[in-house]
């Protein structure tokens, strides 16, 4: 509890204490409305000190002003005891409203821990213990089990896994060995690892997710902004509604002034718009919160609020829903072992950079083998080249139906397929693809439960490739053999899908998906902890590569937005019926009061809900 915070609950405590006794032991005449003004002062002064000094500065209608009035007219009306309890009870109500956000904040600091505090920078043969931003890119720092890694970098020397808890969301630790990269805001687990640095502490992981953090309140939603403007216009008119309540009925001969006075002054309690301006910013500052902790970062509640109205989600294939890495799928050899037509192939494409060579070269284990005495490119055909003698081909069917060389058509199978003959002789085929991560089809089924129309898959893979795995994903569309400009075109054909209030979302993971991010009503960034023009170009960042977490994120905004209209329902709902008992007079005061600090509490704690973990349903 900061330091303001006890001063208030001090000031409610001495006030409902002197409260009490008064009731109590106070005797009638005099002395009992000066007890009752000894009570209220506590806690009174502050907001009429408050209210006076927004009129001084042209701030005329807030609930300052509300309170003040109520409770000085109550104490004008001769009704002492409703006086100080209007004022007591509103200042409980604002005592539990600050520690509710505090506690918000504090969860949101929990995130901000991930700070590095120094790092062990390797200078002139000695180990100095400095600040992060006096690390320079490509020196080399050392990390200690415990720590917490300072700044991005590749491991040079060591081993050991690391806790990427506060980046992802998950809590199995990663391992490290040398060669890997290493991003900031991880901890060290278990052994001494050496790192030379590749970004300053400025472009680091962590600095740009601080960064985000810090800066996601200040885009609004819709619904905070209506809340906004709602309570511009909502204060005065109450004052206004108050007056002619106080002053036509007793004109018009329909009442005494004590009545119509004392009504308009319940009037003014009840009509107090605390519950909606501090629970609606309070359940988007909590779901933005409560996403952070999941590894999921939100840029601002307005795309909170547009991701719970997501009805057509877009992915990207390769990174997204597939792992992005090549790797032999199948091998079909005819005359020949396996193994054999393995390392034949590996040792053709001996020299080839190509992502796929290098797949075959690592499921044939060949890196070591010797390499060819020639070898030959064939454009947008394959290789041919020269290996223990025998003349090697490999690449496209084309390539062997040129060379006069029989072979079975394969091309049918999703993915890539890989042709080899020797001598004239056709030896086999291998499939190349890119493997389905094994959560995927679990996270576009828990998308289509809750509640998305349209569930589609862009890709610049071939027709056979994407819609093989557009049916092992159980994907509603698949557009194949896309280029990035083709996939901005797809994301503003598929915008006309949405249906009426509803979103589209894109889901890619690398730079050449920055246009389509950028094009979407909500562009999401998956796995982009390395991607620095992907976190740049999306609205929403999901950490790590798990599908399942965008399914997360839209459960998350869900319940954010259920949580924010109902507690307009609610507050807006009260006011209203407690107001209409009023210009009937059949509410009191301390009905006025649960009305406002009452609805209040409620509505806090109903936003409250946002900081506990949420889960996906099964």
């Known amino acids: 509890m900061s330091p303001k915070q006890k001063r208030t609950l001090r000031r409610i405590a001495l006030s409902a204490?002197?409260?009490?006794?008064?009731?109590?032991?106070?005797?009638?005449?005099?002395?009992?409305?000066?007890?009752?003004?000894?009570?209220?002062?506590?806690v009174g002064l502050p907001v009429l000190?408050?209210?006076?000094?927004?009129?001084?500065?042209?701030?005329v209608f807030d609930e300052n002003l509300l309170m003040a009035l109520a409770s000085?007219?109550?104490?004008?009306?001769?009704?002492?005891?409703?006086?100080?309890?209007?004022?007591?009870f509103y200042q409980v109500g604002e005592l539990f409203e600050?520690?509710?956000?505090?506690h918000s904040r504090r969860s949101i600091a929990a995130l901000m821990d991930i700070r590095p505090d120094f790092a062990n920078v390797e200078r002139d043969g000695q180990l100095l213990q400095v600040s992060p931003e006096q690390v320079a890119v490509g020196e080399v720092i050392l990390v200690k089990p415990g720590e917490r890694v300072p700044l991005d970098g590749v491991v040079l020397e060591g081993a050991s896994a690391l806790d990427t808890t506060a980046l992802t969301g998950e809590s199995l630790p990663r391992s490290a060995q040398e060669g890997d990269e290493v991003l900031s805001?991880?901890?060290?687990?278990?052994?001494?690892?050496r790192l030379r640095t590749t970004k300053c502490f400025e472009a680091s992981t962590v600095s740009r997710i601080l960064e985000l953090v810090e800066h996601s309140g200040a885009k609004k939603a819709k619904t905070e902004h209506f809340i906004t403007r709602f309570a511009r216009w909502y204060t005065p008119a109450v004052v206004v509604c108050a007056l002619v309540l106080a002053l036509l009925p007793p004109i018009l001969g329909l009442g005494t002034w004590q009545q119509w006075v004392g009504r308009a002054l319940i009037f003014l309690v009840v009509s107090c718009p605390c519950a909606l301006v501090i629970s609606v910013p309070?359940?988007?500052?909590?779901?933005?919160?409560?996403a952070s902790r999941q590894g999921i970062l939100v840029k601002g509640g307005n795309y909170l609020e547009a991701l719970a109205k997501a009805d057509v989600v877009v992915f990207d294939k390769t990174g997204t829903l597939t792992h992005g890495v090549f790797q032999v799928l199948e091998v079909y050899p005819?005359?020949?072992?396996?193994?054999?037509?393995?390392?034949?192939?590996?040792?053709?494409?001996?020299f080839s950079d190509h992502p796929i060579a290098r797949s075959v070269r690592a499921e044939a284990n060949a890196h070591d083998l010797p390499a060819p005495t020639q070898a030959e490119e064939l454009p947008g055909l394959g290789i041919r080249a020269q290996v223990d003698a025998r003349t090697v081909l490999v690449g496209s069917r084309p390539l062997l139906t040129q060379a006069g060389i029989p072979c079975p058509d394969r091309d049918a199978l999703a993915g890539t397929v890989i042709y080899t003959a020797a001598d004239g002789v056709y030896l086999g085929c291998i499939l190349i693809g890119d493997r389905i991560k094994d959560n995927a089809p679990r996270a576009i089924a828990a998308l289509k439960r809750a509640g998305v129309s349209q569930t589609v898959m862009l890709s610049g893979d071939s027709e056979q490739a994407a819609y093989a795995a557009a049916r092992t994903l159980g994907l509603n569309q698949v557009r194949a053999r896309l280029l990035p400009g083709d996939k901005v075109a797809e994301a503003e054909r598929l915008m006309e899908l949405r249906r009426p209030g509803g979103t589209l979302v894109f889901v890619g993971d690398g730079i050449n998906d920055a246009p389509v991010l950028a094009r979407a009503d909500v562009g999401v960034a998956m796995g982009a902890l390395g991607s620095d023009a992907a976190i740049e170009a999306a609205d929403v960042v999901l950490m790590d590569d798990d599908p399942a977490k965008l399914t997360l994120a839209v459960v998350i905004a869900r319940k954010t937005l259920s949580i924010a209209r109902q507690n307009i329902v609610l507050a807006l709902g009260v006011k209203l019926l407690v107001l209409?008992?009023?210009?009937?007079?059949?509410?009191?005061?301390?009905?006025?009061?649960?009305a406002d600090v009452g609805v209040s509490v409620l509505a806090i704690c109903n936003a409250g809900r946002m900081l506990a973990p949420v889960r996906l349903p099964e």
């Open 17 to 42: 204490a002197l409260f009490v006794a008064t009731l109590l032991f106070a005797p009638k005449g005099l002395l009992r409305p000066a007890a009752f003004l000894l009570a209220y002062l506590p």
């Open 49 to 59: 000190s408050k209210a006076v000094g927004n009129i001084r500065r042209g701030q």
């Open 72 to 88: 000085v007219g109550a104490f004008a009306c001769g009704e002492y005891a409703e006086g100080v309890a209007v004022m007591l």
């Open 98 to 102: 600050s520690l509710a956000v505090a």
């Open 185 to 193: 805001g991880c901890i060290n687990l278990t052994a001494v690892i």
């Open 282 to 290: 309070l359940s988007f500052f909590g779901g933005i919160g409560g």
């Open 334 to 350: 005819e005359g020949i072992s396996r193994q054999e037509l393995l390392t034949l192939t590996a040792r053709a494409e001996h």
């Open 580 to 594: 209409g008992l009023t210009v009937f007079g059949l509410s009191n005061l301390w009905l006025a009061v649960f």
